[in-house]
């Protein structure tokens, strides 16, 4: 259920800051305000058949459904209001729409998104890759799953491996004198553990009575040594809240607590001291090396509503002060279930980047303290519905989801790792052409058509930089450091082997022959005189000698081909001109240095009198940079 997969533990942490709209909403609203969706909706349901075009009920009742993950309901009811230009409502019902599988109609609204909201992570994320679900697709069938024999008809999700044990977390059916959970009306959720025997096979699920109170517990994760264990917990308080009847009403957030093993019982169980009353820590896991708790929360100072940290374990027990992750794992959406593997790539679930609808898992690898590209895990680990607690330990794994088919609201499923992800360690060195030294600090970028790879560092001392790309990846390296020329090359990976490219940067004055600056040639679009990425790159080059010889005066001359009138092309090749001159200006050099001067078609690089090629035409189409004085 929704509840379950985004949030983890039910909580009561923030009231609606929405005002019902007349008192016969306030029935519904109590109980959405405290998580009560499933009611919520029946009555907010009753309130729309009267007034069915009140978008505050439809709203309301569209977001019931979205919260516990009924997709087709909340489509229904987002369809209603989604022409009222609300970017999130808009958000929402293209998550709705791909998670039942509408990935056209998902993505016109997804583009509508965008264009409303064009700096979100996730607009931009979808602009550069409008064929990511193509992408997901191809990208599967690495992994098989199966559903775990230990699952009920109610939700278990949430696995952590240790000592041939198979921690998780479950809900059954309430007692009879236990209050059903008023959003998932299931009882409230607590930790288990089974054992798994050498054929692969799970013992009965036995509850860990130590740890487990009357209100949820949530992921567990233990030290190396086994006597210290790091879970969650839902925590009440009392707090003033103006909208209640009483003159007080319990609150909850989900606090980390730790708890120390003596004599085989779970003793000390203390809350961290990064907690606190006014947000929620999550889904803690320790690191492989018990350094760092990697978690959730909904702190304030993140990126979106709840992010990825991780904290320092010191040597006393106690937690250092939280770190987020960063905005290349975080976005506007929900990250959360991190999970760090040996070989630091971390796993985790996120509503943000772009999935398959609902939660999806990605991967990203630390390199130099850096996080690589996020990708997709892909099918059939992921799917249309949520799919979260990831972890894999070799080929083996688990991962938690809703998906149709299953025994209940969550299951838990076993991974098994077919193929391996397909990643390379793809390491550059920097070497100064003329000296064949090392280059440290050169800016190394590169970055494919799709925005998916983006990623700059600088080399290291002895000139290297690494990035962590995919088999079968086709990407643009950039290299520039002052006083060098600039390098630009396209590459593809699977024919690069070893992954280990030398690249050597000539001194910037080497582009200085007899009385021109020799560029790559700067070629513009047809009929066009806006400066492309690839002209601003060599540009940037001749910025740079002109910086270096502050007394330098350059004329741009433009060039067109032969096709149109002789008078227009004049002119074009004069707006080329300028626009090289101004591009130049804008980077900080004097107007006085730089002139520039149309040519039109009349000093042809290749004539083209008996007819050329497209790409003949093009050579025609260019920008020279002659010395006028030093």
């Known amino acids: 259920m929704k509840n379950i997969l985004t949030l983890l533990i039910i909580t009561l ?63 229904k009811w987002f369809e209603k209001i989604v022409e009222e230009n609300d970017s999130e409502i808009i958000y929402k019902y293209a998550q709705m729409l ?27 994320a979808f602009r550069n890759t409008p064929n990511y679900i193509d992408k997901i697709i191809e990208k599967g069938k690495k992994f098989n799953i199966q559903n775990l024999s230990i699952n009920s008809e109610y939700s278990d999700f949430g696995s952590t491996m240790f000592n041939n044990k198979l921690y998780f977390i479950s809900s059954e059916e309430p007692g009879l004198l236990e209050k059903p959970y008023s959003w998932s009306n299931e009882g409230f959720l607590n930790i288990y553990s089974s054992y798994i025997n050498e054929n ?9 009575d130590d740890l487990n109170s009357k209100y949820h517990e949530g992921v567990i994760t233990f030290m190396a040594d086994g006597n210290t264990a790091y879970f969650t917990r839902e925590s009440y308080f009392e707090k003033e809240y103006e909208k209640s009847e009483d003159s007080k009403t319990k609150y ?16 000390s169980i203390e809350s961290l001291k990064i907690n606190d009353q006014n947000y929620s820590n999550k889904n803690p896991m320790i690191g492989p090396k018990g350094e760092y708790l990697y978690f959730s929360s909904n702190m304030p100072g993140g990126y979106g509503q709840y992010d990825i940290y991780k904290a320092k374990i010191n040597e006393d027990g106690s937690i250092g002060d939280p770190l987020n992750l960063g905005q290349k794992i975080n976005t506007e959406g929900q990250e959360g279930f991190p999970f760090m593997s040996e070989d630091k790539i971390i796993y985790f679930s996120s509503d943000g980047h772009l999935g398959l609808g609902g939660l999806d898992v990605f991967y990203s690898k630390n390199i130099d303290t850096k996080w690589s590209n996020v990708r997709n895990v892909g099918i059939p680990v992921n799917s249309g519905a949520d799919d979260f ?14 998906r149709p088919g299953g025994k209940g609201s969550d299951d838990i499923y076993a991974v098994k ?17 003329k000296t064949k030294e090392s280059i440290s600090s050169a800016t190394t970028s590169i970055s494919d058509n799709t925005g998916i790879i983006d990623n700059t560092k600088m080399t290291s001392e002895k000139g290297l930089t690494e990035f962590m790309l995919e088999c079968e990846d086709q990407i643009q390296l950039m290299v520039s450091k002052t006083g060098y ?42 009929d066009k005189s806006n400066i492309t990425n690839q002209a601003a790159f060599e540009l940037d080059k001749l910025v740079a000698i002109m910086e270096k010889y502050p007394d330098m005066i350059i004329k741009a001359e433009s060039h067109t081909d032969a096709r149109g009138p002789a008078t227009y092309n004049r002119g074009l090749s004069d707006r080329r001109a300028k626009s090289t001159a101004q591009y130049v200006i804008s980077k900080g050099i004097s107007e006085d240095r730089i002139s520039g001067v149309g040519k039109g078609e009349d000093e042809p690089k290749i004539d083209c009198s008996q007819g050329c090629s497209k790409e003949e035409h093009a050579q025609n189409r260019r920008s020279e940079f002659i010395i006028v004085s030093r």
């Open 417 to 433: 790792k077919l193929l391996p992800l397909c990643d390379i360690l793809f390491t550059t060195n920097i070497i100064d052409s």
């Open 485 to 526: 020329e600039s390098k630009m090359l396209d590459l593809k990976f699977s024919d690069i082997d070893p992954p280990v490219l030398d690249i050597y940067l000539d001194p910037i004055e080497k582009i200085i022959v007899e009385e021109k600056i020799m560029l790559n040639p700067i070629y513009f679009d047809f």
């Open 389 to 402: 607690a990831f972890m894999i330990n070799g080929d083996d794994g688990y991962i938690s989801s809703n």
């Open 200 to 208: 692969g096979s799970y013992l009965e699920r036995v509850e860990l």
């Open 252 to 267: 909850s957030q989900i606090y980390i607590y730790r708890a120390s093993k003596k004599n085989g019982k779970w003793l």
């Open 13 to 75: 942490i923030s009231f609606s800051n929405l005002v019902a709209q007349n008192n016969s909403t306030k029935k519904a609203d109590r109980l959405f305000d405290r998580f009560e969706f499933i009611k919520a909706a029946e009555e907010y349901l009753k309130l729309a058949n009267d007034e069915a075009n009140d978008y505050y009920v439809i709203s309301r009742l569209a977001d019931s459904y979205y919260n516990i993950f009924d997709t087709k309901n909340a489509e």
């Open 98 to 124: 791909k998670a039942n599988g509408k990935y056209k109609e998902s993505n016109i609204w997804m583009t509508k998104f965008s264009e409303m909201k064009p700096y979100d992570s996730r607009a931009v």
